[in-house]
């Protein structure tokens, strides 16, 4: 059997036959670890991993819930956010991705996927640290696409220190500018050019909720996510946008085998402390963020903080 794998299983009928058991469960059916220990330098491509994440979500049921709207996702190349990318085109939204030149490779497959769900994808790279390129980002959406009903703030930094001294200046800069910077100066933007029953999404993680001793830098910017997501969700309220997060614990994209203080063994067995003793995959992520951003479905539900985290639970 493959690494992170699960194969199916038959039994043997009456008839002397073998008898195929029904298909486990999505809960039961996805990889488990142990993980390829493979590693990926900065930014992390998908197309490069040797366990591919799941993201199609082919059990899922699509039903027209957003029909109409178009989206803007950040780091929708590849990981949580190409399969939310993806599920927004099934419902019927036009989407935008946004992701660095690096990640082309990534993009071109997201962009094909949509397309073939019969909606229009604007592929934007750049670099989400530069203020004026967030901007640019959401006008282009806008003028491009037409309007603007759906922003996900999905883009992240990350690389795991043992010690405080080990992260530089520079280092801290850069997290906070890709992960908390760049969600303020694109809901900026984006506010302007909402109508009501729009929503505002952003990712932010198990880290931001229970802290991580090794991940000072991108858990300072996920708590603040939450706290920011709150803030702007009361604000909002009178002009009917939405706003919340969602909160994934470990899940199996190219951010944790690119990030550089990720040891081998450690991402062998990714995710294993969670209650369902592995990581979650891109497509059990993806309808949080739908059932978020349809107005049909989550309509009294602004500021509050999703947790998608494999059994994992916090206080309140």
């Given amino acids: 059997m493959a690494q992170g794998s699960k194969q199916g299983q038959g039994k043997e009928n009456k008839g002397g036959g073998t008898q195929v ?124 696409l037409g309007r603007l009903d759906i922003l996900v703030s999905n883009a992240a930094w990350q690389d795991r220190k043992e010690s405080i001294e080990e992260i530089t200046a520079e280092e801290w800069d850069r997290t906070l500018r890709t992960n908390i910077d760049a969600y303020f100066h694109l809901a900026k933007a984006a506010v302007p050019h909402m109508q009501p029953g729009s929503a505002i999404i952003a990712t932010s993680s198990e880290v931001g909720l229970m802290g991580n001793k090794s991940l000072l830098d991108y858990g300072a910017t996920k708590g603040a996510i939450n706290a920011f997501s709150k803030s702007l969700a009361q604000q909002l309220v009178p002009k009917g946008i939405r706003v919340n997060v969602v909160a994934p614990g470990p899940v199996w994209t190219p951010l944790n085998p690119a990030d550089t203080g990720m040891k081998p063994e450690n991402l062998e067995k990714f995710g294993s402390k969670q209650p369902m003793e592995r990581a979650g995959q891109p497509e059990e992520l993806a309808p949080a963020y739908v059932f978020l951003a349809s107005d049909a479905d989550s309509s009294y539900i602004s500021g509050i903080v999703l947790e998608v985290m494999g059994g994992l639970t916090t206080g309140g």
Avoid: H, M
């Fill in 21 to 144: 058991l029904e298909e486990e469960p999505q809960v039961q059916n996805e990889p488990q670890p142990p993980y390829p220990q493979q590693k990926l330098e900065k930014p992390g491509i998908e197309a490069e991993l040797e366990l591919q994440p799941q993201w199609r979500a082919p059990k899922y049921k699509a039903a027209g819930k957003l029909e109409g709207k178009v989206a803007l996702v950040t780091g929708g190349d590849s990981g949580i956010g190409r399969s939310v990318a993806y599920l927004y085109a099934r419902e019927g939204a036009d989407v935008a991705i946004v992701y660095l030149p690096a990640e082309q490779q990534d993009a071109d497959e997201t962009k094909r996927a949509i397309e073939e769900e019969g909606r229009r994808c604007l592929t934007l790279p750049g670099d989400l640290t530069d203020a004026k390129f967030c901007r640019e980002v959401v006008e282009r959406t806008v003028r491009e």
